[in-house]
């Protein structure tokens, strides 16, 4: 049974973070490298993290720091050490420590292209067509904002306020196309069930996560030139009425081109809304296993994850 210790935990808050500054002074002392190189030098496939090494280019090390220039948005203040080394763990799993977020990967056996986004799978997933707070597609196609914003794209003259229910259910019609490709299915694209599919660190998923999210957009107050022309174009607009005129290419655009801000605020409220896992309370194998589940929502996940934070922790504590 892993064991991740009070005392151990102590020996790695040896510092507060604010800024990325502060964590490259806390690695250099401790680690004596960056946390990406150590990591690839002291745990990439070797036991709990078999298979897994981190990405480190110049690039990665640029989002890197972008990112954990966030920690005010993260936290609401600083982070410690324990903090930063139980979310790096995360993004580990999720991610190899890729700081660039991408929307989740579609298409599979049975399910080719949109069709493993829109159908219920035994065993695998649900249908994001009717995940709790999305629109359907049917709902999508008979909106005017939807359609005001999306009517000339692909598949728009054929659809556009249908009345065939399969657009409201959990299988999608294979007599129309489902390929991947604005070109041919752009219209469907910007559907709830592909638009809001997961994306970020933490996968951001359905329409009512991301209409906090919009939230945040509206009522920004900071600098970032991206997030001011959002904010700007949804001026005195409703959220379900950002939600429909929205694309693909905005989402991508906010999670992957606002120096990591709507990443770092997407996993807060993320937080926020599971219990407030990161602030790893109470004892920290408890905590981490907690942390795990909150973002899994698996028991299988958390004690990996779990096995996984106890060898990098009992790696990074040591004299």
């Not at 951001?204 to 906090?212: D, E, I, Q, S, V």
């Not at 005195?236 to 801000?261: H, K, P, Y």
């Not at 309370?281 to 909150?294: E, I, S, T």
């Amino acid at each position: 049974m892993p064991v991740i210790t009070p005392t151990q935990i102590a020996a790695l808050n040896t510092a507060v973070f604010t800024f990325a500054a502060d964590i490259d002074n806390w690695c250099q002392a401790r680690l004596k490298t960056h946390f990406l190189a150590w990591f690839n030098q002291n745990l990439a496939n070797q036991g709990a993290w078999a298979g897994v090494t981190l990405t480190d280019s110049p690039a990665n090390r640029i989002g890197f720091h972008a990112f954990w220039n966030n920690i005010g948005i993260l936290t609401g203040s600083t982070a410690t050490p324990f903090q930063f080394v139980a979310l790096m763990g995360i993004f580990a799993n999720e991610c190899r420590a890729s700081f660039k977020p991408t929307a989740e990967k579609m298409g599979r056996a049975g399910f080719p292209g949109l069709t493993y986004l829109f159908d219920a799978i035994p065993q695998l997933k649900r249908s994001y067509n009717t995940l709790a707070g999305n629109k359907t597609a049917q709902q999508c196609f008979r909106n005017a904002a939807f359609n005001s914003a999306h009517g000339g794209k692909a598949l728009a003259p054929r659809l556009r306020n249908t009345t065939d229910a399969r657009w409201a259910g959990t299988a999608y019609p294979r007599d129309v196309p489902f390929d991947n490709n604005p070109a041919l299915t752009g219209y469907v694209m910007e559907a709830d069930f592909m638009k809001f599919r997961g994306r970020g660190f933490i996968q951001t998923t359905g329409r009512a996560n991301y209409a906090k999210i919009i939230e945040y957009v509206q009522a920004y107050t900071g600098d970032n030139n991206v997030i001011d022309f959002y904010q700007a174009r949804w001026t005195g607009m409703s959220t379900d009425d950002v939600a429909f005129s929205t694309s693909n290419e905005d989402w991508d655009r906010l999670f992957q081109e606002t120096d990591l801000i709507i990443a770092a605020e997407a996993i807060r409220l993320h937080c926020a809304a599971a219990g407030n896992y990161l602030a790893l309370a109470g004892d920290p194998d408890q905590a981490v296993l907690n942390m795990g589940k909150r973002i899994s929502g698996g028991d299988a996940y958390a004690a990996k994850y779990r096995d996984r934070m106890e060898a990098l922790i009992v790696q990074a504590s040591r004299p």
